[in-house]
């Protein structure tokens, strides 16, 4: 297969993630292979251990494998080093975390800037960019806020700005709505659809089923491995009312 | 009871939950505990064996010696001598006695001695040779510490001088005199041959207050001292004892003066034996006074100005020259401990700083379960407390055991030999200042930690880093690394102070040592360096700057792990934006050596303060040389960097999805 | 009812004793008489046919049923019969203990029709939603409609749990 290969925007063969050893050996993740396509949103289904969360570090590269292979943006990513790994982090994921992970002593403009930062962009240009975002994510009038004075709902949009930042391929979100409310999910779950409507391709882990109703694809996984896949698109049941029980 | 017992179990479990933290803490407080001893305990300073000795031998208030006057080719002036031994005021005298200046040399170590500085000096070492009666006298009876007194073809030693030179009763001595043609303007230079060379059995060691010690001994017409107060008191004018000119300038007229002379006592005809001609012997008396506190003015009244040739030296002199041997180690002792100590308040404020987060925890733990703020803060300071009085003892241990360790200079006089002496005033000293470090470290965390509401300890809320915007904006220009950097140490102004004072003092420290090497050095060409004093003193300067060494280096890996530790979510987090693990180590390296930087700059200037305030810019040292001040600053980046890289590195480089998923629990 | 037959021909007694198991607690307020009613019912539509127990009084439950072909083929529409919100929790527990008792279908396989059918109205009714503005009744309805579909699948999920533990532990 060839180095590189450009129908996919994520694309992961035989992916493994052992801990352990002998009769301690712990198999997270048990061979998956996946193929995401540009402006795609799958969705990832499971129990809590069977590895999603750890399938997506590995295809992030916030994790190393312990086998198989992964492509991303058309470039291997499991064989390359550290100082490699960084520099794809910063052009070509994003990532949205269950716990936000969003630094407490920053405004909400500072944190969404911090990758363009890290990047190498100027503090001006970082700082444009990362206004225009909180704007598309609804957020504008928090920009100077710190994170205590945020709502979860509003935190986690903040960290899915930032994970826009460098107008990354694929944006990778673990349980993204794992910590909020009913009325917080509803905002993200917008936010989400508007992403998919700008053709943002996505890939979220999560065991929240309004969540996963959104995407294109739905994946279940089950101790490490993918056990089925259902495709949404396209399919409705074409009647609203029969979803309350009336007869069309 | 139970209580006590409670917290005390606490505190015992906690520290062998981190043993690695607790043995830091440990050297760093015993680092202090054991110079301070030292200092305390150093033979000399808690006792007073001049005195001692002065009882015990009968001593001198004056001591006069007269020498021939060699340029007009006058003998001594005996007469005179005798006529001040019936002075008024004199209620007691010995003497006069001969007095000749020789070359001593050890057999058995043949060419070459030991000096105290631990170097081999080749040549013989000088000495003042005095003429004794073998029957006791009543004024300066010299104690014996070995073997007997004077006897035909035996000498005695005195006990400094033969510790330095390593000999004892048994050994065998040589005594060299040398006559010398004249030095003039024009012929600087001296001709000496060897006019006697005899030998002599050490049949004893004793002790004396009738001396300086060595090298210092000082007999008419060779001493530094007096030659220096007569300068001060002398009016202006020609210096006396010019030889006129175009005398003869091959007549060989005077003895070689002894260089960094000792003393021996040799009987009478033997002292004499050793001079070429009578007229070349000079005389000593020892006086005693009816009021010894008159010394100094009897010696006045006494002297003429104009002549080298007569040296009075009262006992308080004697005293001082023996007291400097200590006065210096001494001050240099209690400076360097105070600067330790410091150091290990800083070590022990940052390690209490970097675990306050667990310490919260546990102290809401506590208070959730019942316990009033008094247990809470008991518990909290136990650990501390616990390893200060371990620390304590463990210092006073050291520096009992290494006090020996040390040269003595004081082994010329009673009360040097054996262990010195742990008195209760001691160890209350010691353990009073472990304690305090330990408290004034502890104190403000443990009453932050005491009055915190419960929730939000169990919460850990209760110490959210600080903002600084105007950093953060600044930070946002600077490359990566810097930008890491310096967003790591705005979150923890008050680590990064402390981490500045921390290498302020310790630079401080190295200075002021370094200063005073410099002028001890300085010292050591002008009197001769190889004393026991100097060499004491130089050891103990090694000590401090080990010790500041040591202590500052604990105190830097502390720093880093406690920074680390803070960091590692935000070190995380930024690596799985897009930082490369260089990039973060670097910049956590940098968040210290910056600060190490400002800490070194400024530890230089305090050091020659400190030196110069502590009165020893003298002789034109006010600090040391130039090259090494220049070197000090990029030394100690040099070295903190090295020591931060490490576990920089080593906590840039952990996988980030476990630290990112570890947040969540 | 029907498919609890299909496994094999049984008494009436059976049928309610094996149908109380099924329901548990929630059975307990079955009425003795109902099962009999019910299979009468059946009879009459031709579903079931009964015969005498050799040798005894003409009473219900020693009657033994068994399946027409027009029965079974009742049971297979009724297995493959995907909708909501009915069939309702009840009916659907009975119908994959009935599956698995009988063994004419995989309960997991049903399961996981049933949850794709729920996925989809739950993505419908999520964009229906999040097109109303906030506020209106209709967003209130389709809110409420959210949370029972994602009840249900959470239900799902579980019955995926339990059947596969099952069928492994078997």
């Given at each position: 297969?060839?180095?590189?290969?450009?129908?996919?925007?994520?694309?992961?063969?035989?992916?493994?993630?052992?801990?352990?050893?002998?009769?301690?050996?712990?198999?997270?993740?048990?061979?998956?292979?996946?193929?995401?396509?540009p402006?795609?949103?799958?969705a990832?289904?499971?129990?809590?251990?069977?590895?999603?969360?750890?399938?997506?570090?590995l295809?992030?590269?916030?994790?190393?494998?312990?086998?198989?292979?992964?492509?991303?943006?058309?470039?291997?990513i499991?064989?390359?080093?550290?100082?490699?790994?960084a520099?794809?982090?910063?052009?070509?994921?994003?990532?949205?975390?269950?716990?936000?992970h969003?630094?407490?002593?920053?405004?909400a403009?500072?944190?969404?800037?911090?990758?363009?930062?890290?990047?190498?962009?100027?503090?001006?240009?970082?700082?444009?960019?990362?206004?225009?975002?909180?704007?598309r994510?609804?957020l504008?009038?928090?920009?100077?806020f710190?994170?205590?004075?945020?709502?979860?709902?509003?935190?986690?949009?903040?960290?899915?700005?930032?994970?826009?930042?460098?107008?990354?391929?694929?944006?990778?979100a673990?349980?993204?709505?794992?910590n909020?409310d009913?009325?917080?999910?509803?905002?993200?779950?917008?936010?989400?659809?508007?992403?998919?409507?700008?053709?943002?391709?996505?890939?979220?882990?999560?065991?929240?089923?309004?969540?996963?109703?959104?995407?294109?694809?739905?994946?279940s996984?089950?101790?490490?491995?993918?056990?089925?896949e259902?495709?949404?698109?396209?399919v409705?049941?074409?009647?609203?009312?029969?979803?309350?029980?009336?007869?069309? | 009871?139970?209580?006590?017992?409670?917290?005390?179990?606490?505190?015992a479990?906690?520290?062998?939950?981190?043993?690695?933290?607790?043995?830091?803490?440990?050297?760093?407080?015993?680092?202090?505990?054991?110079?301070?001893?030292?200092?305390?305990?150093?033979?000399?300073?808690?006792?007073?064996?001049?005195?001692?000795?002065?009882?015990?031998?009968?001593?001198p208030?004056v001591?006069?010696?007269?020498?021939?006057?060699?340029?007009?080719?006058?003998?001594?002036?005996?007469?005179g001598?005798?006529?001040?031994?019936?002075?008024?005021?004199?209620?007691?005298?010995?003497?006069?006695?001969?007095?000749?200046?020789?070359?001593?040399?050890?057999?058995?170590?043949?060419?070459?001695?030991?000096?105290?500085?631990?170097?081999?000096?080749?040549?013989?070492?000088?000495?003042?040779?005095?003429?004794?009666?073998?029957?006791?006298?009543?004024?300066?009876?010299?104690?014996?510490?070995?073997?007997?007194?004077?006897?035909?073809?035996?000498?005695?030693?005195?006990?400094?001088?033969?510790?330095?030179?390593?000999?004892g009763e048994?050994?065998?001595?040589?005594?060299?005199?040398?006559?010398?043609?004249p030095?003039?303007?024009?012929?600087?230079?001296?001709?000496?041959?060897?006019?006697?060379?005899?030998?002599?059995?050490?049949?004893?060691?004793?002790?004396?207050?009738?001396?300086?010690?060595?090298?210092?001994?000082?007999?008419?017409?060779?001493?530094?001292?007096?030659?220096e107060?007569?300068?001060?008191?002398?009016?202006?004018?020609?210096?006396?004892?010019?030889?006129?000119?175009?005398?003869?300038?091959?007549?060989?007229?005077f003895?070689?003066?002894?260089?960094?002379?000792?003393?021996?006592?040799?009987?009478?005809?033997?002292?004499?034996?050793?001079?070429?001609?009578?007229?070349?012997?000079?005389?000593?008396?020892?006086?005693?006074?009816?009021?010894?506190a008159?010394?100094?003015?009897?010696?006045?009244?006494?002297?003429?100005?104009?002549?080298?040739a007569?040296?009075?030296?009262?006992?308080?002199?004697?005293?001082?020259?023996?007291?400097?041997?200590?006065?210096?180690?001494?001050?240099?002792?209690?400076?360097?401990?105070?600067?330790?100590?410091?150091?290990a308040?800083?070590?022990?404020?940052?390690?209490?700083?970097?675990?306050?987060?667990?310490?919260?925890?546990?102290?809401?733990?506590?208070?959730?379960?019942?316990?009033?703020p008094?247990?809470?803060?008991?518990?909290?300071?136990?650990?501390?407390?616990?390893?200060?009085?371990?620390?304590?003892?463990?210092?006073?241990?050291?520096?009992?055991?290494?006090?020996?360790?040390?040269?003595?200079?004081?082994?010329?006089?009673?009360?040097?030999?054996?262990?010195?002496?742990?008195?209760?005033?001691?160890?209350?000293?010691?353990?009073?200042?472990?304690?305090?470090?330990?408290?004034?470290?502890?104190f403000?965390?443990?009453?932050?930690?005491?009055?915190?509401?419960?929730?939000?300890?169990?919460?850990?809320?209760?110490?959210p880093?600080r903002?600084?915007?105007?950093?953060?904006?600044?930070?946002?220009?600077l490359?990566?690394?810097?930008?890491?950097?310096?967003?790591?140490?705005?979150?923890?102004?008050r680590?990064v102070?402390?981490?500045?004072?921390?290498i302020?003092?310790?630079v401080?420290?190295?200075?002021?040592?370094?200063?005073?090497?410099?002028?001890?050095?300085?010292?050591?060409?002008?009197?001769?360096?190889?004393?026991?004093?100097?060499?004491?003193?130089?050891?103990?300067?090694?000590?401090?700057?080990?010790?500041?060494?040591?202590?500052?280096?604990?105190?830097?890996?502390?720093?880093?792990?406690?920074?680390?530790?803070?960091?590692?979510?935000?070190?995380?987090?930024?690596?799985?934006?897009g930082?490369?693990?260089?990039?973060?180590?670097?910049g956590?390296?940098?968040?210290?050596v910056l600060?190490?930087?400002?800490?070194?700059?400024?530890?230089?200037?305090g050091?020659?303060a400190?030196?110069?305030?502590?009165?020893?810019?003298?002789?034109?040292?006010?600090?040391?040389?130039?090259?090494?001040?220049?070197?000090?600053?990029?030394?100690?980046?040099?070295?903190?960097?090295?020591?931060?890289?490490?576990?920089?590195?080593?906590?840039?480089?952990?996988?980030?999805?476990?630290?990112?998923?570890?947040?969540l629990? | 009812?029907?498919?609890?037959?299909?496994k094999?021909?049984?008494h009436?007694?059976?049928?309610?004793?094996?149908?109380?198991?099924?329901?548990?607690?929630?059975?307990?307020?079955?009425?003795?008489?109902?099962?009999?009613?019910?299979?009468?019912?059946?009879e009459?539509a031709?579903?079931?046919?009964?015969?005498?127990s050799?040798?005894?009084?003409?009473?219900?439950?020693?009657?033994v049923?068994?399946?027409?072909?027009?029965?079974?083929?009742?049971?297979?529409e009724?297995?493959?019969?995907?909708?909501?919100?009915?069939?309702?929790?009840a009916?659907?527990?009975?119908?994959?203990?009935?599956?698995?008792?009988?063994?004419?279908?995989?309960?997991?396989?049903?399961?996981?029709?049933?949850?794709r059918?729920?996925?989809?109205?739950?993505?419908?009714?999520?964009?229906?939603?999040?097109?109303?503005?906030?506020?209106?009744?209709?967003?209130?309805?389709?809110?409420?409609?959210?949370?029972?579909?994602?009840?249900?699948?959470?239900?799902?999920?579980?019955?995926?749990?339990?059947?596969t533990?099952?069928?492994?532990?078997?």
């Amino acid at each position: 297969m060839s180095e590189r290969d450009h129908t996919s925007v994520l694309r992961a063969r035989g992916v493994r993630k052992h801990y352990g050893q002998g009769d301690g050996l712990v198999r997270a993740v048990d061979g998956v292979d996946l193929d995401v396509t540009p402006g795609e949103t799958v969705a990832v289904m499971g129990p809590s251990g069977c590895g999603k969360s750890t399938l997506l570090h590995l295809l992030g590269g916030l994790d190393r494998l312990s086998a198989g292979e992964v492509w991303l943006g058309g470039l291997r990513i499991d064989p390359i080093g550290e100082k490699a790994l960084a520099r794809m982090r910063r052009t070509a994921v994003g990532f949205v975390f269950q716990a936000f992970h969003l630094m407490d002593e920053l405004t909400a403009v500072e944190n969404v800037e911090l990758p363009a930062l890290l990047a190498g962009s100027s503090a001006r240009a970082a700082r444009q960019r990362a206004l225009r975002l909180l704007e598309r994510v609804g957020l504008a009038d928090r920009a100077g806020f710190l994170p205590a004075s945020l709502s979860g709902g509003q935190r986690q949009r903040v960290a899915i700005a930032r994970a826009l930042a460098n107008e990354p391929l694929v944006v990778l979100a673990d349980e993204p709505t794992g910590n909020l409310d009913s009325a917080a999910t509803l905002d993200v779950l917008r936010l989400f659809e508007t992403l998919h409507e700008g053709g943002q391709t996505l890939l979220i882990v999560t065991h929240d089923e309004r969540i996963a109703a959104t995407a294109d694809r739905l994946i279940s996984m089950r101790d490490g491995a993918f056990v089925d896949e259902t495709r949404l698109t396209g399919v409705t049941t074409g009647q609203l009312g029969a979803l309350v029980g009336l007869e069309g | 009871m139970g209580r006590v017992l409670l917290v005390g179990r606490l505190a015992a479990r906690n520290l062998r939950r981190r043993p690695a933290e607790a043995a830091l803490l440990l050297v760093a407080m015993m680092a202090a505990t054991t110079v301070l001893t030292l200092g305390l305990v150093l033979h000399g300073v808690t006792d007073d064996p001049y005195q001692d000795t002065r009882e015990a031998t009968a001593g001198p208030d004056v001591v006069a010696s007269f020498a021939p006057d060699n340029y007009m080719g006058q003998p001594a002036d005996l007469a005179g001598l005798e006529a001040l031994a019936d002075a008024p005021g004199v209620s007691d005298h010995s003497g006069p006695y001969p007095v000749v200046g020789a070359e001593l040399e050890a057999d058995g170590v043949t060419g070459s001695r030991r000096t105290p500085r631990g170097e081999e000096v080749g040549g013989a070492a000088g000495v003042w040779a005095v003429g004794r009666d073998p029957a006791a006298a009543s004024v300066d009876q010299p104690e014996l510490t070995q073997g007997s007194w004077v006897r035909d073809g035996g000498a005695v030693v005195e006990a400094g001088f033969a510790d330095a030179l390593d000999v004892g009763e048994g050994d065998q001595i040589t005594l060299r005199t040398r006559l010398c043609t004249p030095m003039t303007p024009t012929t600087p230079e001296q001709h000496c041959r060897v006019v006697n060379d005899h030998s002599f059995r050490v049949v004893g060691v004793a002790v004396t207050a009738a001396a300086r010690p060595y090298p210092g001994v000082c007999f008419a017409p060779f001493c530094p001292w007096f030659a220096e107060a007569m300068e001060d008191a002398r009016p202006q004018g020609p210096p006396p004892d010019e030889p006129p000119p175009d005398e003869a300038v091959d007549d060989e007229r005077f003895m070689e003066d002894p260089v960094e002379p000792g003393l021996v006592w040799l009987t009478e005809a033997d002292a004499r034996g050793l001079a070429p001609a009578e007229e070349f012997l000079s005389y000593v008396v020892n006086l005693k006074l009816a009021d010894p506190a008159d010394a100094p003015a009897f010696v006045n009244a006494h002297f003429s100005s104009s002549t080298e040739a007569q040296v009075l030296e009262t006992w308080q002199d004697i005293r001082a020259g023996h007291d400097q041997l200590v006065q210096d180690t001494q001050n240099v002792l209690v400076i360097g401990s105070r600067l330790l100590a410091i150091l290990a308040v800083s070590s022990v404020a940052v390690l209490v700083g970097g675990r306050m987060a667990d310490q919260t925890r546990r102290v809401g733990l506590l208070k959730a379960v019942g316990g009033t703020p008094r247990v809470v803060a008991a518990a909290l300071l136990a650990e501390y407390v616990a390893v200060a009085l371990l620390a304590a003892a463990a210092g006073l241990a050291a520096g009992w055991l290494a006090a020996p360790l040390l040269t003595d200079p004081g082994a010329g006089l009673l009360g040097s030999a054996g262990a010195p002496s742990l008195t209760l005033s001691v160890a209350a000293q010691v353990t009073a200042v472990a304690l305090g470090v330990a408290l004034v470290a502890t104190f403000v965390p443990a009453l932050r930690a005491a009055r915190t509401s419960t929730v939000h300890a169990l919460t850990d809320t209760a110490r959210p880093p600080r903002r600084t915007p105007r950093l953060i904006a600044i930070s946002a220009r600077l490359p990566i690394p810097l930008l890491l950097g310096l967003r790591v140490a705005a979150r923890r102004p008050r680590r990064v102070v402390l981490n500045t004072i921390s290498i302020f003092v310790t630079v401080t420290g190295v200075v002021a040592v370094l200063a005073a090497k410099t002028l001890i050095g300085q010292d050591a060409q002008l009197v001769g360096g190889t004393d026991p004093g100097t060499v004491r003193a130089n050891q103990v300067l090694l000590v401090i700057t080990v010790s500041l060494v040591a202590l500052a280096a604990v105190n830097a890996i502390f720093v880093t792990w406690a920074t680390a530790l803070d960091a590692k979510h935000s070190s995380a987090l930024a690596r799985a934006l897009g930082a490369t693990p260089q990039q973060v180590s670097t910049g956590l390296s940098a968040a210290q050596v910056l600060p190490a930087l400002a800490g070194a700059v400024l530890g230089l200037a305090g050091g020659i303060a400190l030196f110069n305030g502590l009165g020893g810019g003298e002789d034109g040292v006010t600090g040391p040389p130039l090259w090494q001040m220049l070197a000090v600053a990029p030394v100690t980046v040099l070295v903190v960097a090295a020591l931060t890289t490490i576990p920089a590195r080593i906590g840039a480089r952990r996988p980030t999805a476990q630290i990112l998923q570890a947040e969540l629990a | 009812m029907l498919a609890l037959l299909a496994k094999e021909r049984s008494h009436g007694y059976e049928l309610r004793t094996r149908l109380r198991q099924a329901l548990g607690p929630l059975g307990h307020g079955m009425n003795r008489g109902q099962v009999y009613v019910t299979l009468g019912r059946l009879e009459k539509a031709g579903l079931v046919t009964s015969e005498q127990s050799a040798g005894l009084v003409d009473r219900p439950d020693r009657k033994v049923y068994a399946l027409t072909p027009d029965g079974q083929q009742r049971v297979a529409e009724w297995l493959a019969e995907v909708g909501w919100p009915k069939p309702d929790l009840a009916e659907f527990h009975l119908k994959l203990v009935a599956a698995g008792a009988a063994g004419l279908a995989d309960p997991i396989s049903i399961v996981d029709t049933q949850r794709r059918e729920l996925l989809r109205r739950l993505r419908d009714a999520q964009r229906a939603a999040m097109a109303e503005s906030e506020g209106s009744d209709a967003a209130l309805l389709l809110e409420g409609i959210v949370l029972r579909l994602q009840a249900d699948l959470r239900w799902l999920e579980a019955c995926e749990q339990n059947w596969t533990g099952r069928r492994s532990g078997s």
